[in-house]
Structures are given as structure tokens and as C-alpha cells.
Nanobody, 118 residues
Framework: QVQLVESGGGLVQPGGSLRLSCAASGSTFGNYIMGWYRQAPGKQRVLVASITNGGRTEYADSVKGRFTISRDNAKNTVYLQMNKLKPEDTAVYYC????????????WGQGTQVTVSS
């Protein structure tokens, strides 16, 4: 059974950057679409960005032009480069198989906290 572990979060000032990593152990990403999601306090978890095995990407409108998702299948790792961060980007960020998000079936890791504040 694959385990996903997110890392790279932290406290950053508005306009700053962070790079999140999601490492898989126990299995590989295979041909699955992978995604980054975020959940702010009191809000539902939402899709931030997704990437296919072939590298096709999609982004939430709120992060287009600022965030970049990538994956290294050889390292079983998915990344989220976040630039020009805004206070409204503050949330817990999770990675997962996109099917888990779509179907609501499957488990989620602990995520990594991103706080954008001066």
C-alpha cells in the first residue's frame, strides 16, 4: 500500500516562495494523475493543481501563473513550487491520487501547513 508524505511547508511572508514535496513509499505513482489539494480552516479541501503521468497540468484559477506542479516518477515524488504567495494561500496542503479526491474513497496524509503572513 502506497504511503504519501508531504513536506516543505512553513511560514512565509506575502510575496515569498515555498516548494512542497510529496514522496511515495511502498509503491509508485504508476500512471495515475497526482494532485495537490489544500484545506483552509473552516473550508472544504479543494484542488490546487494536478498532473498526469505524461506531464499535462491543470491549476485552480486562484493559483494560475504562481504555482507549478511537477513530478519525478523515478523518485516517486511530486512537487509544488509556490511563488508570489498570498495570505489567502494559507492552508494545509495535501498530495494524493486524483482518484481519491474525485471519488472520496481513500485515505489522506497529515499534509503540510503553509502560512503566509507578515
Amino acid at each position: 500500500q502506497v504511503q504519501l508524505v508531504e513536506s516543505g511547508g512553513g511560514l512565509v511572508q506575502p510575496g515569498g516562495s515555498l516548494r512542497l514535496s510529496c514522496a511515495a513509499s511502498g509503491s509508485t505513482f504508476g500512471n495515475y494523475i497526482m494532485g495537490w489539494y489544500r484545506q483552509a480552516p473552516g473550508k472544504q479541501r479543494v484542488l490546487v493543481a494536478s498532473i498526469t503521468n505524461g506531464g499535462r497540468t491543470e491549476y485552480a484559477d486562484s493559483v494560475k501563473g504562481r504555482f507549478t506542479i511537477s513530478r519525478d516518477n523515478a523518485k516517486n515524488t511530486v512537487y509544488l513550487q509556490m511563488n508570489k504567495l498570498k495570505p489567502e494561500d494559507t492552508a494545509v496542503y495535501y498530495c494524493n491520487f486524483h482518484t481519491v479526491y474525485i471519488t472520496g474513497r481513500g485515505s489522506w496524509g497529515q499534509g503540510t501547513q503553509v502560512t503566509v503572513s507578515s
